[in-house]
């Protein structure tokens, strides 16, 4: 065997090497990058699932006043936190279908 035929040999052997290398790490990031999004899903559902979220969330679904114009300052400010805080959840779940 000459050299030109061992030099070929190597050179493929190292682009094959190459290859596979490049092949692993693309692998690797495909799963890092799912255990992320996971990871990302699970923080939000945590956060939902919070007492302040849930009361406030059950706050919009069932003591909603029909007018706030007749509310007092310390009622509309409670109605506007909780409010506040229903949409910022929502908001969130948003994020979670659209930003993933």
Not at 18 to 42: C, D, H, M, P, S
Not at 46 to 54: D, I, S, T
Not at 76 to 93: D, G, T
Request: no cysteine.
């Amino acid at each position: 065997m000459d050299w030109i035929t061992l030099s070929a040999i190597a050179t493929s052997l190292y682009t094959l090497s190459f290859w596979v290398a490049l092949w692993f790490a693309y692998i690797q990031t495909r799963g890092f990058e799912k255990n992320r999004k996971l990871q990302e899903t699970l923080t939000v559902f945590k956060e939902l699932q919070a007492k302040e979220v849930r009361e406030s969330r059950r706050y919009i679904y069932e003591e909603v006043p029909q007018e706030i114009g007749n509310l007092t300052d310390n009622e509309l400010q409670k109605h506007l936190v909780n409010s506040e805080e229903a949409v910022l959840a929502f908001e969130r779940i948003g994020y979670l279908y659209n930003g993933l």
